[in-house]
């Protein structure tokens, strides 16, 4: 429950190193900052120089893990090649893991306990939801593995039931994988890889993947004419990544003040 009149809560900083090739932009930090105005939060930005290594890193994290003024911590990934993501990821707080990147909140989230699950792949789920979408007993195929999208995207479609086929860069023969998908979910962060030809008819589509000009890992337009139903690029899964966060947010900061 949400207190009644707005509110700013004290809320999301993003530890952020200069940006890498691949890295967050500047852009992507100012959008998220702007949609934790807009949704009445503070938000807090925190740039490393570029020569801070893991631990100078995992050291910010920690601080503002303690910080009472913060309710969340989001770091912005991929980090540059040095860093130690996965040592950064688990220096955040439990209760602070709004985007739910942690080794604890993976295996929270895979078990069914609580905790913030990842945002993209919940964000996947609640628009799967939304529309209906049949779960229990279809075949799911997820193009990508990586910890904050395709595995925990996966975990969260076993366990409402649906067969999970999980496909990556080794996979011998991927057309053939999403051909007997039901839902298909692509995760891969390359551009129009699967095309519209290997989609069933009827099934549904949910692109996550984001390349440099707008495009998805679909080939949106073959697809579309088979799907029952797509996600577009942008404008599909990007706006409920941002939602979620903010949710787990709001959440985590009525938690610590045990509203
Ligand atoms: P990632 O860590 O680079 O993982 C990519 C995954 O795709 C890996 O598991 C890789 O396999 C697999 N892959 C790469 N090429 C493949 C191929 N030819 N065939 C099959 N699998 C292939 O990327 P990520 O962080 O998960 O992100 C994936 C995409 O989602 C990117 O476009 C990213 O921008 C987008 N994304 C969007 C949102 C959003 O809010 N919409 C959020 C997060 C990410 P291996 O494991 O074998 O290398």
Redo the contacts with the bound molecule.
């Keep these: 429950m949400l207190p009644p009149e707005p509110t700013t809560l004290p809320v999301t900083s993003s530890p952020t190193l200069p940006t890498p090739a691949g890295s967050a932009s500047t852009s992507t930090i100012s959008n998220q900052a702007n949609r934790c105005r807009a949704a009445g939060l503070d938000s807090q930005s925190r740039q490393l120089p570029a020569q801070a290594n893991t631990e100078d890193v995992a050291r910010l994290v920690r601080d503002l893990s303690k910080d009472t003024q913060v309710d969340g911590i989001l770091v912005q990934h ?1 980090m540059p090649s040095h860093i130690n993501e996965r040592h950064v990821f688990d220096s955040i707080a439990a209760g602070k893991d709004v985007d739910g990147v942690t080794t604890a909140s993976f295996g929270a989230m895979s078990l069914g306990e609580p905790g913030f699950a990842s945002c ?1 792949p919940a964000g996947i789920m609640r628009l799967l939801d939304a529309y209906d979408v049949k779960l229990a007993g279809q075949q799911a195929v997820v ?4 910890p ?3 595995k925990p995207v996966g975990m969260l479609l076993l366990a409402r039931d649906a067969t999970v086929t999980f ?5 011998a023969d ?1 057309a053939e994988a999403v051909r007997r998908a039901d839902i298909v979910v692509a ?4 551009p129009r ?1 699967i095309q519209g030809e290997w989609i069933k008819p009827g099934a549904i589509v949910i692109d ?4 440099p000009g707008n495009i998805g ?1 679909v080939d949106y337009d073959a697809a579309a004419s088979r799907a029952r139903l797509i996600t577009p690029v942008p404008g599909g ?2 706006p409920m ?1 941002i939602a979620v966060l903010l949710a787990q947010t709001i959440q985590a900061a009525l938690a610590a003040k045990a509203i």
Excluded: E, F, M, Q
């Excluded at 193009?143 to 990586?146: C, D, L, V």
């Excluded at 496909?167 to 996979?171: G, I, L, N, P």
């Design positions: 991929p993209t193009i990508g593995r990586s904050i999208l395709g496909c990556h860069s080794k996979t991927l995760a891969a962060g390359r890889l996550a993947g984001y390349n890992d899964v990007g990544t």
